[in-house]
């Protein structure tokens, strides 16, 4: 009986950890993906796998009671429900929403924050100066900001936000198909570990900073892998929709050493993506070269 007590005390303290909870790995349009007949979506339509939800990550602490979301997914609602479990507060709402840019994974869930389903009350969203204006002065996202559903907080790059005493988020400016807005990663930084989210990038070349340093300084980073390789890319120009392909990002960090390998977890996959597949070659590959895929309800004590 008073082993059961001691294990109970250290899962209650575990539990009780600022922690990044991961609510969803998949890229914007989901899997399966609306027009898809491929074998990666033809049977989910009829069976669908409810793990499988746009990417977000979970920012709470169940001992004060305060959660963070970010990005507000077609998904939001389920998402939210999720965050609420882990955090142990009364209700949905989080205490603020963080967004990256404005392509439709990262962005419309903001939609329900509004009179039609939750009617929020001045919610702060966290965002960049083009993202704020592009909400501002664009329907229906600026009837959101008129009836003071949210309230938008400017970030600036490479500054960071203080969310309490030993929690902080940094956004970083990131190269990307920047047609609305901005596109950022974030730092987000604990009591004793700091996070690197970038779910979208062009190119790491194409980046003034370097991604194999900053790895190097962080404890668990969570990475573009939207494409595993050039061969999903069937039937439009890579120049479109450009991403790092996790055989490149593999190729540029396999001369790390495994401590900062092991950091990164892969995330945002397309609905093609064989890593979605647990049992894939492509999964093998990854977890054998010491890399790690990011998993529905995975969780990053921070």
Aim: glycine share 4%; aromatic share 8%; net charge positive.
């Amino acid at each position: 009986m008073t082993a059961l007590i001691g294990i109970l005390i250290v899962f209650q303290s575990l539990q009780a950890q600022t922690s990044i909870i991961v609510l969803g790995t998949i890229q914007d349009a989901g899997s399966p993906q609306i027009g898809c007949t491929k074998d990666c979506c033809k049977n989910l339509f009829n069976q669908p796998d409810h793990s499988r939800q746009v990417v977000s990550l979970g920012l709470y602490n169940s001992t004060k009671k305060i959660s963070y979301l970010f990005e507000a997914t077609p998904d939001i609602s389920k998402q939210l429900r999720m965050l609420k479990e882990y955090s142990k507060t009364a209700t949905d709402i989080p205490n603020g929403v963080f967004l990256t840019h404005a392509h439709i994974g990262h962005y419309t869930g903001l939609m329900f924050l509004g009179k039609e389903a939750m009617s929020a009350k001045q919610l702060p969203v966290y965002a960049m100066p083009k993202m704020k204006s592009f909400l501002e002065q664009n329907g229906p996202w600026s009837q959101l900001v008129n009836q003071q559903n949210i309230q938008i907080q400017t970030l600036s790059d490479n500054q960071a936000i203080r969310l309490g005493d030993s929690i902080s988020v940094t956004p970083l400016l990131v190269p990307h198909r920047d047609e609305y807005s901005e596109t950022v990663g974030y730092i987000i930084s604990g009591p004793s570990k700091k996070l690197l989210f970038i779910p979208d990038i062009d190119k790491w070349e194409k980046w003034s900073q370097n991604i194999n340093h900053l790895i190097e300084k962080v404890d668990y980073a969570l990475i573009d892998a939207t494409f595993f390789d050039a061969a999903e890319i069937n039937n439009r120009p890579i120049s479109e929709i450009p991403h790092p392909f996790v055989t490149e990002s593999m190729e540029r960090f396999k001369s790390m050493p495994l401590k900062d390998k092991q950091k990164i977890h892969f995330i945002h996959f397309n609905h093609t993506n064989p890593l979605i597949n647990n049992k894939s070659i492509a999964t093998e590959k990854v977890i054998k070269a010491g890399f790690n895929i990011a998993q529905p309800r995975q969780r990053f004590v921070l």
